[in-house]
C-alpha cells in the first residue's frame, strides 16, 4: 500500500499523471506484443506462427496485468478515477486522437480491405496477420483463418484482458466484479469458441450458419435471412432448435428478463459491444456527452434505426414467402397481415396503458408506429417478388449492413471511444437497446433510487455516466431515475461517494415518481418512506 502524500495542491495543473517504473514495463512487454501483430501486418512471415501468435497474446495479457495489478493493488479499494482529466489518452488529448485515428483506420481495413490483413483469395493461402492467426483457427474450427476470426479472436482478447483490469479498478463493488464475469464469460464461450466448434461441424451434407446465440434481433438483423433459415431448416433438429430459439429470445426471453431486471441483464451482462464498452471502454466513460441536445439527438437517431430495421426485415422476409396458401400457411399477406397485428397490439396497449408515464416518447413512438404501418400497406400493393417499392429488399439490407452494421457500430462505435466515450453506438445507434429501452422505461421492475438528501452535488455520477445521463440531477431531487438509455451498468452507483443511488428491482408501482422533489430532511421524505 502506498503512503505517499501528494504535495500538489493545485486544482488546475496537478501533479503529472507519469506512469511508475512497473507499469512503464508493463506497458512496454504489451507494445512488443503488439508489435509482433504489427510486423505481421507489414507481410513479417514468422517461421512458427504458433510460437508468435502465442507470444503476441501472451505479453498483451501479461504487459495489461503488470500495469493494473501496479496501478490498482497499490492503492486502497475504491473510486480509481483520479486525473482523469489531465491523461492525455483519456482526455482527448494528443494520444487520445492518435488511438481513436489508428481504431478507426483497423476498422476501414478490417471492413473494406481484408486482402490488406493477408486474407488470400479463394484455394490460395493467407499471408500477413491473418495468416498468423492460422493456427488458432485450425485449431478451434479446422479451417484457415479469415478477417473476421482475426477480429473475433482480438475483440476476445481485449474484453478478457481489459476486464481483469476493470475488475481491480472496482474490486470495491460486487456487482461490477459479477457482471464483468458475466460479460467474459459470454464473449468468449457464446460469442467466440460455441460459433468456432459449431464451424468444425459443417461438412459436405451438413452445414449451419455461423450463430452467436446471444446475439438477438434486431442485434443480428440479418438472422431471418433466406439463407440462413434455409440453411437452419437443412441442417435437421439442431437447426430448427437455433431457428426456435432465435424467435423464443425476441419473444419470450427478452421480454420477461427486460420486465425482471430492466435492459442491464442484456447491454451490461450478456452482450458482447456492451462487453467491450465496459472493459476496454471503461477509460473513456466520461467522454460521454451530457447535454439535452445529445439527448434529443440520441432520441431521434436510435428510434430511427429501430423503424428502418424493423420495416427491412420484413421486407426481406416478406420477399422470400410466397402467395400461395396451398403450399404454406404463412404467406407474404398473411405475414404482413400479422406484423402489422403484432405492432398494433403493443402500440394500443402501450397508448391505454402507459399513456402518461410516456410524455414525449409518446411522439416518437406513434410516428415510429404511424410509418411502419404505412410502408406496411404499401408493400401490399406496390410490391413485386424481390422488390419493395423501388428497392431490391436485398439493397435495403446491404446498405443497412454497411450505414449501421459496419460505420456505426464499428468504426464510430470503437474507432472513436476516445472522442465520444465508449457507448456512442449503444446510445445512438443500437436498435436492440432502442427495443430494449422502450420496455425498460414502460414495462419493468428496474429503476435506479436516489437517497436524495445524502447527495452532495459532486457530480461524480453524471460525469461517469457512460450512456450521457445527467444522474446527479435526478440525485438532487430524490427522484428513482427510470430511463430508457440506462444500461445498468452500475457505475454511477459505484463512484457516488455517499452512497446515494442503489439499482433496484421493485413494483411498477411509484416507480416513475418525477413529480416528487424531495429535499434534505424535508417531513414528506419520511411520509413517503413509510408509505412504501
Ligand atoms: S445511470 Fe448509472 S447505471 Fe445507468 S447507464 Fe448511467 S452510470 Fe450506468
Ligand atoms: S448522487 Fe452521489 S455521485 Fe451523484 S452528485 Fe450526489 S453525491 Fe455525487
Redesign the pocket.
Known amino acids: 500500500m502506498s503512503n505517499k502524500l501528494n504535495p500538489s495542491m493545485s486544482l488546475a495543473k496537478p501533479d503529472s499523471q507519469a506512469l511508475s517504473k512497473t507499469q512503464k514495463i508493463g506497458v512496454a512487454i504489451g507494445i512488443i506484443g503488439l508489435f509482433i501483430m504489427i510486423l505481421a501486418f507489414f507481410n513479417v512471415d514468422f517461421p512458427n506462427k504458433t510460437v508468435f501468435l502465442s507470444l503476441s497474446l501472451g505479453m498483451i495479457t501479461l504487459g495489461t496485468i503488470i500495469f493494473s495489478n501496479n496501478a490498482y493493488l497499490t492503492k486502497e479499494a475504491g473510486i480509481q478515477n483520479d486525473g482523469v482529466w489531465f491523461k492525455s489518452i483519456a482526455s482527448r488529448g494528443f494520444w487520445g486522437w492518435i488511438l481513436g485515428i489508428v481504431l478507426t483506420l483497423f476498422y476501414i481495413v478490417l471492413y473494406f480491405k481484408a486482402e490488406w490483413l493477408g486474407l488470400a483469395a479463394k484455394g490460395e493461402a493467407n499471408s500477413g496477420l491473418v495468416a498468423l492467426f492460422d493456427p488458432l483457427s485450425r485449431l478451434l474450427n479446422g479451417g484457415p483463418a479469415s478477417q473476421w476470426f482475426v477480429y473475433g479472436t482480438l475483440y476476445t482478447a481485449a474484453i478478457l484482458v481489459f476486464g481483469y483490469k476493470f475488475m481491480l479498478k472496482y474490486r470495491h463493488n460486487k456487482y461490477e466484479q459479477l457482471r464483468t464475469v458475466s460479460v467474459m464469460f459470454f464473449q468468449l464461450a457464446f460469442a467466440f469458441l460455441i460459433p468456432e466448434f459449431m464451424a468444425r461441424l459443417n461438412s459436405e451434407t451438413f452445414s449451419l450458419p455461423y450463430y452467436d446465440l446471444k446475439n438477438i434481433w434486431p442485434l443480428n438483423y440479418y438472422n431471418f435471412d433466406k439463407y440462413r433459415v434455409d440453411s437452419m431448416i437443412e441442417a435437421g433438429d439442431i437447426g430448427l432448435a437455433f431457428l426456435i430459439f432465435g424467435i423464443v429470445s425476441i419473444f419470450v426471453i427478452t421480454p420477461i428478463l427486460t420486465y425482471k431486471y430492466g435492459k442491464r441483464w442484456y447491454c451490461s451482462w450478456v452482450c458482447g459491444c456492451g462487453g467491450l464498452a465496459e472493459t476496454a471502454g471503461d477509460p473513456f466513460r466520461h467522454l460521454s456527452d451530457k447535454t439535452q441536445v445529445a439527448w434529443k439527438i440520441e432520441r431521434w437517431v436510435v428510434h430511427s434505426v429501430v423503424v428502418f430495421v424493423t420495416l427491412m426485415t420484413t421486407a426481406v422476409i416478406y420477399s422470400y414467402l410466397g402467395n400461395d396458401s396451398s403450399k404454406y400457411w404463412l404467406t407474404k399477406d398473411v405475414f404482413l397481415l400479422s406484423v402489422a397485428t403484432l405492432l398494433t397490439v403493443v402500440f394500443a396497449l402501450v397508448m391505454i396503458f402507459k399513456r402518461k408515464e410516456l410524455a414525449k416518447d409518446a411522439q416518437y413512438g406513434a410516428i415510429g408506429y404511424f410509418v411502419i404501418i404505412m410502408v406496411i400497406i404499401g408493400m401490399h400493393y406496390f410490391s413485386g417478388t424481390k422488390h419493395v417499392f423501388l428497392f431490391n429488399t436485398y439493397f435495403l439490407q446491404s446498405s443497412y449492413g454497411f450505414l449501421i452494421g459496419a460505420i456505426f457500430s464499428g468504426v464510430i462505435g470503437v474507432g472513436f471511444y476516445p472522442i465520444f466515450g465508449n457507448r456512442v453506438w449503444c446510445r445512438f445507434g443500437c436498435p436492440m437497446a432502442a427495443v430494449l429501452g422502450f420496455q425498460q422505461r414502460l414495462f419493468s421492475r428496474f429503476r435506479i433510487t ?1 437517497n436524495g438528501g ?9 460525469t461517469y455516466c457512460e450512456m450521457g445521463i445527467d ?2 440531477a435526478y ?2 431531487k430524490g427522484e428513482n431515475i427510470v430511463r430508457s438509455s440506462c444500461v445498468g451498468c452500475g457505475i ?1 452507483a459505484a ?7 442503489k439499482l433496484e428491482n421493485d413494483s411498477l408501482k411509484g416507480r416513475i415518481n418525477s413529480n416528487d422533489i424531495l429535499l434534505g430532511n424535508d417531513v414528506d421524505l419520511m411520509d413517503l418512506v413509510n408509505q412504501k
Open positions: 436516489t445524502q447527495c452532495i452535488s459532486c457530480g461524480n455520477c453524471s444522474v446527479r440525485a438532487q454511477c463512484v457516488c461517494p455517499r452512497g446515494v443511488l
